[in-house]
């Protein structure tokens, strides 16, 4: 099965708000990656977080990980237009290969 | 610096004809990972190399599927008499170190198999 499964699989809200996104794995992960899509785009790196770090910054990106429950979460804040795309988290399986889940697809009404 | 770069970007192909896919890495990268993405679905990992050896190709399907990266010039993921269920958006990223640290996506290559 695959790693790193996000959680919802699909969100929409209104701009302005603040967007919550999860990820749940199975095994214990050395690091774990944000990725951004933009529709018929590759991915964007947003922001990796190591196993011996609670949480992350990235301007209105804010990235936890709580690996005694293996899951991590992705907030954005003040949510704009332009952050609709679709929102991956990708773990390290087997020390070789970067194992995405399913996204969520975020939509920002404006 | 320039980002990964991808060829072409779409690509249509009849049942049993090639597919040939590149991928340059960003300069001063050394690993290369090819991934797949079928519509609506995240991307699977299909193979992953690092300058002239392959590392780890347990994505990828064992006949027609073959990937390359050369001491010099791009990385190729070569499809050999299409099929088409492959078609799907095929995503180059490379990585100065290995695959645990920041990997950079192309904007890869939709292929189309008629």
């Known amino acids: 099965s695959q790693q790193g499964e996000e959680d919802p699989q699909a969100l929409s809200i209104q701009e302005g708000e603040n967007a919550t996104m999860n990820c749940s794995y199975k095994?214990?992960?050395?690091?774990l990656q944000w990725y951004r899509q933009n529709s018929g785009r590759g991915l964007v790196h947003l922001i990796l977080?190591?196993?011996?770090?609670r949480e992350k910054h990235s301007g209105r990106l804010r990235v936890t990980l709580d690996t005694s429950k293996k899951s991590s979460s992705l907030l954005i804040t003040a949510s704009r237009a332009a952050d609709t795309a679709s929102y991956f988290c990708?773990?390290?399986?087997?020390?070789?290969?970067?194992?995405f889940g399913q996204g969520t697809r975020l939509t920002i009404n404006p | 610096n320039a980002g990964v770069m991808q060829n072409p970007r779409h690509l249509v192909r009849r049942r049993g004809q090639e597919a040939r896919l590149r991928c340059s890495p960003m300069?001063?990268?050394?690993?290369v990972y090819w991934y797949r993405q079928l519509p609506e679905e995240g991307l699977k990992f299909m193979v992953y190399?690092?300058?002239?050896?392959?590392?780890?190709e347990s994505g990828m399907p064992k006949e027609r599927f073959s990937a390359e990266f050369p001491k010099e010039g791009p990385s190729i993921l070569r499809i050999q008499q299409v099929v088409r269920g492959d078609s799907a958006a095929y995503f180059c990223?490379?990585?100065?170190?290995?695959?645990?640290?920041?990997?950079?996506f192309g904007p890869g290559t939709r292929l189309l198999v008629l």
């Open positions: 990223a490379s990585s100065p170190q290995g695959p645990e640290e920041t990997q950079y």
């Open positions: 095994t214990s992960i050395n690091n």
């Open positions: 977080i190591r196993s011996n770090e």
């Open positions: 990708g773990k390290i399986q087997g020390a070789q290969k970067l194992v």
């Open positions: 300069k001063g990268h050394s690993h």
């Open positions: 190399l690092q300058k002239e050896n392959i590392i780890d």
